[in-house]
């Protein structure tokens, strides 16, 4: 029986960061992986959708370029798309085996569970077993797909997000995307720009629980709309399938379409874990309790990601992993605190956000300062055609703490991480707006949004 130091179960973001950041301190560290190296987001998630996403962007901007000069249009192809972000992801996933074999980290390919709180037994594909035990333990097991009794996952006619990934997706150009969440928003997007007829449902409000604030979100459905994306606002029921398609009623009408991708929310991985045999317990909705440590009732068990966060995304994952990576080295000394984790969408426009929004910040006392600066007038955005969105800013009027940020169009994504350069507390955003900024660019918006709110305190660049 082999011995650790730490031993993590999944191999998704969070369990891959954990052990990193074990085997770079030092530490003796096994993984365990029931499936493919990487996880959900690797090989089912952001990595092949980001891929799709790009390209649906070069298609899109290809179609506006007679004003530039550029003449010819581009067409996707979704079975090459498919094929390339294939290649991608094979390449990320031999990267990550290699840097695991680098640190020292011991792979175990099988099914892990607890045992008790300092052994795991491993369940191997030909059915033989092995049993490790370990100082501590992380848990790490991701989450799955949320299949709707009335919308069934059958193959190559309703599918998730995991089997649209797994195997190249079945022929027909008319597409109906369950959800108004992340998955619906992002692939309406990505679908119509591959030239599908899209029917997206979302019977509730878009991204309701996202955050972001009504002048995000009408730019967002305004800019669908413009690409005849417009959401349906009923849960559809399964009509029936046949040879030819698939139809859904339930708003009024009936929808025929060739394929359905669903949408509709993932569940946390964590029957069968073993957590009856330890202290670790889980809440109503099968997530692991965990204390803002990430430690759960067994003091040297600790849970990330999704198992255990109903945030349910990779950047979460990666953010709890340093948190309980930390705690294990050195104590129970830092805290996991969503709020400060990236929330990107990538869509018509993409959406960032991070920190308090205005009733947040009313409400834990603070008097909120808001700055914008909208790309409108920005060069670099105006010299890429590309001029939605704005830089929206939120601080503290008495000490000019940056409450939290909201960045909308191109490069959202990337932008979102100037708002967040903390250690153990938000900027300051006199900070901000004395750095010097590279012009012509899209971050002089943060420039120009920080501004008007020092303005606002009458303290001037001081």
Same mark, same amino acid.
């Given at each position: 029986m082999e011995h650790f130091d730490i031993i993590v179960i999944g191999s998704g973001p969070g369990g891959y960061r954990a052990a990193i950041l074990s085997a770079l301190a030092g530490k003796r560290v096994a993984i365990v992986e029931k499936a493919q190296w990487g996880g959900c987001c690797l090989n089912r998630g952001c990595v092949p959708k980001k891929d799709w996403?790009?390209?649906?962007?070069?298609?899109?901007?290809?179609?506006?370029?007679?004003?530039?000069?550029?003449?010819?249009?581009?067409?996707?192809?979704?079975?090459?798309?498919?094929?390339?972000?294939?290649?991608?992801?094979?390449?990320?996933?031999?990267?990550?085996?290699?840097?695991?074999?680098?640190?020292?980290?011991?792979?175990?390919?099988?099914?892990?569970?607890?045992?008790?709180?300092?052994?795991?037994?491993i369940a191997q594909v030909d059915g033989s077993s092995q049993t490790l035990t370990a100082g501590f333990i992380v848990l790490a097991t991701g989450s799955s797909p949320?299949? *709707?009794?009335?919308?069934?996952?059958?193959?190559?006619?309703?599918?998730?997000?995991?089997?649209?990934?797994?195997?190249?997706? *079945?022929?027909?150009?008319?597409?109906?995307?369950?959800?108004?969440?992340?998955?619906?928003?992002?692939?309406?997007?990505?679908?119509?720009?591959?030239?599908?007829?899209?029917?997206?449902?979302?019977?509730?409000?878009?991204?309701?629980?996202?955050?972001?604030? *009504?002048?995000?979100?009408?730019?967002?459905?305004?800019?669908?709309?413009?690409?005849?994306?417009? *959401?349906?606002?009923?849960?559809?029921?399964?009509?029936?399938?046949?040879?030819?398609?698939?139809?859904?009623?339930?708003?009024?009408?009936?929808?025929e379409v060739d394929w359905v991708l669903l949408g509709t929310g993932r569940k946390p991985h964590t029957t069968a874990l073993g957590l009856e045999k330890t202290a670790a317990t889980t809440n109503a909705a099968g997530f692991i309790n965990t204390d803002a440590h990430l430690q759960t009732a067994e003091p040297n068990i600790y849970a990330i990601g999704d198992c255990t966060s109903p945030e349910l995304t990779a950047n979460q994952a990666l953010a709890d992993a340093t948190v309980a990576i930390h705690n294990i080295l050195r104590g129970n000394s830092r805290q996991r605190d969503p709020l400060w984790v990236p929330k990107v969408v990538y869509s018509a426009v993409a959406l960032a956000r991070l920190g308090m929004n205005d009733d947040q910040a009313e409400d834990a006392g603070f008097e909120p300062a808001i700055g914008f600066a909208a790309y409108a007038s920005s060069p670099q955005a105006l010299g890429q055609d590309d001029s939605q969105g704005f830089v929206r800013l939120l601080a503290d009027m008495d000490s000019?703490?940056?409450?939290?940020?909201?960045?909308?169009?191109?490069?959202?994504?990337?932008?979102?991480?100037?708002?967040?350069?903390?250690?153990?507390?938000?900027?300051?955003?006199?900070?901000?707006?004395?750095?010097?900024?590279?012009?012509?660019?899209?971050?002089?918006?943060?420039?120009?949004?920080?501004?008007?709110?020092?303005?606002?305190?009458?303290?001037?660049?001081?």
């Open positions: 996403y790009h390209t649906a962007r070069l298609v899109e901007a290809a179609s506006q370029g007679a004003d530039r000069g550029l003449e010819g249009t581009l067409q996707a192809n979704l079975a090459q798309a498919w094929l390339h972000q294939q290649q991608v992801v094979n390449t990320v996933r031999e990267n990550y085996v290699n840097y695991l074999q680098r640190l020292g980290v011991a792979r175990f390919s099988g099914t892990g569970s607890l045992v008790d709180a300092h052994t795991v037994a949320i299949v *709707p009794p009335a919308l069934p996952e059958t193959a190559g006619r309703i599918l998730t997000t995991d089997t649209l990934f797994d195997q190249p997706p *079945p022929p027909g150009r008319r597409i109906a995307i369950i959800g108004g969440g992340v998955v619906g928003v992002e692939f309406a997007y990505i679908f119509k720009q591959f030239g599908f007829t899209v029917s997206w449902y979302s019977p509730g409000r878009a991204l309701a629980r996202a955050g972001f604030s *009504p002048q995000a979100m009408n730019i967002l459905l305004q800019s669908l709309r413009a690409q005849g994306i417009t *959401p349906i606002k009923a849960r559809p029921q399964l009509v029936g399938i046949s040879e030819t398609g698939v139809r859904l009623g339930g708003d009024g009408s009936d929808v000019g703490q940056l409450l939290g940020g909201e960045i909308v169009g191109a490069e959202a994504g990337e932008l979102i991480h100037l708002l967040n350069a903390r250690s153990d507390a938000p900027l300051d955003a006199r900070t901000l707006a004395q750095s010097f900024y590279n012009h012509p660019a899209r971050a002089e918006e943060v420039l120009n949004a920080v501004e008007t709110m020092v303005s606002k305190w009458g303290i001037g660049d001081s």
